[in-house]
């Protein structure tokens, strides 16, 4: 069961080489069972940045910075997840628990698991929270 909006989807969305429309026209088509699914070689690793409290009580409309470093990253995605946008300036806003999926591409999990990571520390909101753990039990194995 995995919901584009999912952290687990997150992970294999960008791994995917086909174009996700011909994916969805063979879908709608009936025909998704004729089409082969091409996937990258490599790992990806997604780390849910959520607000302070989740998933209890927590505040909303706390500032997102750094998000402008991913721009044109191709081994960075950052998934919106509870967000909105302020109407007079544009700033990005958190207005959700689980508030963005970080998640990161490369040769390898570990150099995934360190790509998302780093590209965490780089996105700052008050109350931010995040595990930071992610990978490991894979890694191990």
């Known amino acids: 069961n995995v919901r584009f909006g999912d952290p687990e989807a997150q992970v294999i969305l960008p791994l ?6 011909s994916l969805f ?6 025909k998704l ?20 409290g989740y998933p209890g009580d927590y505040e909303k409309g706390k500032e997102i910075q750094g998000l402008e470093n991913f721009v044109g990253k191709p081994d960075v995605f950052v998934f919106h997840a509870g967000t909105s946008r302020e109407k007079v ?16 591409v490369g040769p390898d ?6 790509r998302a990571y780093e590209a965490v520390q780089m996105i700052k909101f008050k109350d931010a929270h995040y ?4 990978g490991h039990r894979a890694l191990k194995a």
């Open 33 to 52: 069972s004729d089409t082969s699914v091409q996937m990258k070689s490599g790992s990806a690793l997604c780390v849910v940045m959520s607000s302070g």
């Open 89 to 104: 300036n544009g700033s990005v806003l958190t207005s959700g628990g689980r508030v963005l999926g970080v998640t990161a």
């Open 16 to 21: 995917v080489e086909n174009d996700w429309l």
């Open 25 to 30: 026209e063979a879908t709608v088509d009936r």
């Open 131 to 134: 595990r930071t753990d992610i």
């Open 109 to 114: 999990l570990s150099s995934a698991q360190a």
